[in-house]
């Protein structure tokens, strides 16, 4: 049995518990909605959450010429920000126009298509965060190769 | 140039992960649809006063019953639904904060205090512009009227038994 260095292990380690925790978070919010029609809600504010924050990502990694840190948890974040008000709604506070703040957490119900719309900008937002990281990981590679 | 490749690869696969991961997602939110739930669920329990058309002028359901400077919320039902419906309301005494009224389709044996309207030709659920099931048939849910006779929220609610705390909150965001 050989030593392996402590990073080789920690590493990978580091990586799979942000992934477990950005998942286990994301399976705590789906219980804490009440009734199988409460899906419909979940998704919306999953995806619409999801795609902004990857617009936030892209225009990150765009400038720092590098994949952003933790990635999954950047979504989750934003997730909570959009569900926030259904938080509220279960400690007692009805939902009102106002709460649209929250990444149009009223509204976004209702455009038409309603989640597959929203399913649909999800995956292109995605699509956009992925280039952007391949194009700026392409662009470390042409500089380096140049330069090497 | 092969890492290049390599990466893309990689991107693609995350891509395509999420794209089937979140459809199976999508989709089971479509099976778990029950013939009671609301064809668009964005109808349903939105949990916000004055969606849509409303307020809107609410119909008496009982000579008393929506009653000036007292809020009402009209429950719709089934019969097999309505046992169900009545021990709960029995336990959440929401008839404190407001006039509680059920309306079914059919004959029920009773529901402790609260008043029952058995109307057949489903008058009542139309007059409240209760929307239609995915499965048609007489609506699962309830309306909500303010103490100055307005209808202020309506939706769906097969589920409504199980939570009539959203009632309760409805209520008080009057």
């Known amino acids: 049995m050989t030593d392996r260095p402590v990073t080789q292990c920690s590493s990978p380690l580091r990586l799979c518990l942000w992934c477990v925790l950005a998942v286990l978070v994301e399976i705590g919010l789906y219980f804490s909605y009440r009734g199988h029609d409460a899906r419909f809600h979940f998704l919306t504010h999953l995806f619409v959450g999801a795609s902004v924050a990857f617009v936030v990502m892209a225009a990150v990694a765009w400038r720092r010429r590098r994949p952003v840190p933790y990635p999954l948890v950047w979504p989750v974040a934003a997730h909570v920000v959009a569900m926030f008000p259904d938080l509220l709604f279960t400690a007692g506070t009805a939902h009102a126009c106002w709460m649209d703040v929250f990444l149009g957490h009223v509204s976004t119900h209702f455009v038409p298509g309603r989640n597959l719309t929203w399913y649909v900008v999800f995956l292109g937002t995605l699509a956009l965060y992925l280039a952007t990281v391949q194009r700026a990981t392409r662009s470390d590679w042409t500089s380096r190769t140049s330069r090497g | ?174």
């Not at chain 2, 008058?123 to 006779?149: I, K, N």
Request: proline share 10%.
């Open chain 2, 1 to 174: 140039m092969t890492r290049r490749w390599a990466t893309g690869q990689r991107l693609v696969a995350v891509w395509l992960v999420a794209a089937i991961g979140f459809a199976v997602l999508l989709l089971m939110a479509e099976i778990s649809r029950t013939p009671l739930d609301d064809p668009d669920q964005a109808y349903q329990r939105p949990g916000i006063l004055d969606l849509g058309a409303l307020p809107a002028p609410a119909p008496p359901v009982t000579a008393d019953i929506p009653a000036p400077g007292r809020p009402a919320v009209v429950f719709f039902t089934r019969p097999g639904e309505a046992a169900a419906l009545c021990s709960a309301l029995a336990a959440a005494r929401l008839d404190a904060d407001a006039d509680v009224v059920v309306v079914s389709p059919g004959e029920l044996p009773g529901c402790d205090d609260v008043p029952v309207v058995t109307e057949a030709t489903r008058q009542l659920a139309m007059s409240y512009r209760m929307r239609e099931p995915a499965g048609g048939g007489a609506p699962v849910g309830y309306a909500v009227v303010d103490a100055v006779g307005q209808i202020r929220y309506r939706t769906l609610d097969p589920t409504a038994t199980d939570e009539l705390s959203e009632v309760r909150t409805i209520l008080e965001a009057l």
